[in-house]
């Protein structure tokens, strides 16, 4: 079974600080991950993908990745309120699979 | 670009009712997802279709669920005889391929009274 394992969390942080979102995959043969932000009431919406070891950028987000360790994370640099919001990690190798999500509070 | 849609926006039906969801992927997406997600839940891989097969149907609950795609276009899940335990969030997700990411529809609210 592919898995990807979430804190739950709440997960709160102030504004214009950094979140941290963590996520572990059982498959190694997983190729391509990549990170979701859902606002409540609302569906899913991709906001980063990655498929090399390292690090991406891409504004005030960053994806890491590291196979060897089988962990992903995103950073949230100058966290804003807007940013509330549950993040979904998902994998993929021939199969897509979800993480259940991390609840992310930014604190005015 | 037009993303991806999905009809009705929500529903509301009787127990024991069928009902019918529809989703229009991203054109040119092959690869096309249901997923079901409960009130405060995570989401709940029902089937996916590559092209016009759907090689996993392991995720649909009961045989109360089916889903076709026709002209790898749109896809329709049906739910036979509606149970209170159905009403959820019906969320449609289409990608390139099977190891694109996907992008999803605004869901169906379905509530089963």
């Known amino acids: 079974q592919k898995e990807v394992e979430q804190n739950s969390g709440p997960l709160s942080v102030p504004e214009g600080a950094i979140a941290s979102l963590n996520c572990t995959y059982s498959d190694r043969g997983s190729q391509s991950f990549f990170w979701y932000r859902q606002y409540s009431g609302k569906s899913p919406e991709l906001i980063m993908f990655?498929?090399?070891?390292g690090d991406k950028e891409d504004g005030r987000f960053t994806a890491q990745l590291n196979k060897a360790s089988q962990y992903v994370s995103l950073l949230i640099r100058d966290s804003q309120p807007s940013d509330s919001a549950t993040y979904l990690c998902a994998g993929s190798s021939n199969q897509f699979y979800f993480g259940t999500g991390t609840s992310l509070t930014v604190i005015p | 670009g037009a993303g991806v849609s999905q009809s009705p926006s929500n529903k509301v039906t009787e127990k024991g009712k069928d009902v019918e969801l529809r989703c229009d992927p991203i054109?040119?997406?092959?690869?096309l997802y249901w997923y079901r997600q409960r009130l405060g839940q995570g989401l709940e891989f029902l089937i996916y279709?590559?092209?016009?097969?759907?090689?996993?149907k392991s995720g649909l609950p009961s045989d109360r669920f089916s889903a076709e795609r026709t002209g790898e276009s749109v896809s329709t899940l049906t739910i036979q005889r509606t149970q209170q335990e159905d009403s959820a969030v019906y969320l449609c997700?289409?990608?390139?391929?099977?190891?694109?990411?996907?992008?999803f529809g605004p869901g169906t609210r379905l509530t089963v009274l």
């Open positions: 990655i498929y090399s070891n």
């Open positions: 279709f590559q092209g016009n097969s759907a090689p996993d």
């Open positions: 997700a289409s990608s390139l391929g099977l190891a694109g990411g996907q992008y």
């Open positions: 054109s040119g997406h092959t690869a």
